[in-house]
T-cell receptor, first 116, second 114 residues
């Protein structure tokens, strides 16, 4: 089992550019989550998928952000027209539904985005 | 709405000493509770979790946590700290059922001195 993987691990971009991150969950996990972590803070929830359906989105997920999970496996998070305030660590997690819904989220190593 | 408070930003302990990291939550009912650890440049690793039942929960790496409903707390403890425990520790709360949207505290950074 390789765990949750994220690519790239680091991304440096200029303000106004678009960026896309990829997350590959643990293979048997049907739920996938995106979080954002800024320096000195805990992770903040952005969105989650069950299979290919996006079931919840945070108010933090502005119109410039879009997430997809087209086949219910890997997911992508795209940020359009990046701003310096988007600089953060973007974390992906996955879980599997169990009885009574007590799911545990397993996190990937994250993608660190720096917007210049 | 849920919220989590970790009142200690930074704690320093000597190797071999005991450790307690504080976590207080705000939620209208009994939430699901988690402790995660994050080493520099790494993702979050789950140490332990509480869903229901026994209020003293055992986790990995010798950690335990106790859920106290009356104090809205879920403090993390370890009887003897090892140098490898130096990391950032995050308490998180999730709303049953499912706990899909975890709320995290701001973290406590643990430094271990020889």
């Amino acid at each position: 089992d390789t765990g949750v993987s994220q690519n790239p691990r680091h991304k440096i971009t200029k303000r106004g550019q678009n960026v896309t991150f990829r997350c590959d969950p643990i293979s048997e996990h049907n739920r996938l989550y995106w979080y954002r972590q800024t320096l000195g803070q805990g992770p903040e929830f952005l969105t989650y998928f069950q299979n290919e359906a996006q079931l919840e989105k945070s108010r933090l997920l502005s119109d410039r952000f879009s997430a997809e999970r087209p086949k219910g496996s890997f997911s992508t998070l795209e940020i359009q027209r990046t701003e310096q305030g988007d600089s953060a660590m973007y974390l992906c997690a996955s879980s599997t539904t169990s009885d009574r819904g007590r799911n545990e989220q397993f996190f990937g190593p994250g993608t660190r985005l720096t917007v210049l | 709405a849920q919220s989590v408070t970790q009142p200690d930003i930074h704690i320093t302990v000597s190797e071999g000493a005991s450790l307690e990291l504080r976590c207080n939550y705000s939620y209208g009912a009994t939430p699901y509770l988690f402790w995660y650890v994050q080493s520099p440049g790494q993702g979050l690793q789950l140490l332990l979790k509480y869903f229901s039942g026994d209020t003293l929960v055992q986790g990995i790496k010798g950690f335990e946590a106790e859920f106290k409903r009356s104090q809205s707390s879920f403090n993390l403890r370890k009887p003897s700290v090892h140098w490898s425990d130096a990391a950032e520790y995050f308490c998180a709360v999730g709303a049953p059922p499912g706990a899909n949207n975890l709320f995290f505290g701001t973290g406590t950074r643990l430094t271990v001195i020889p």
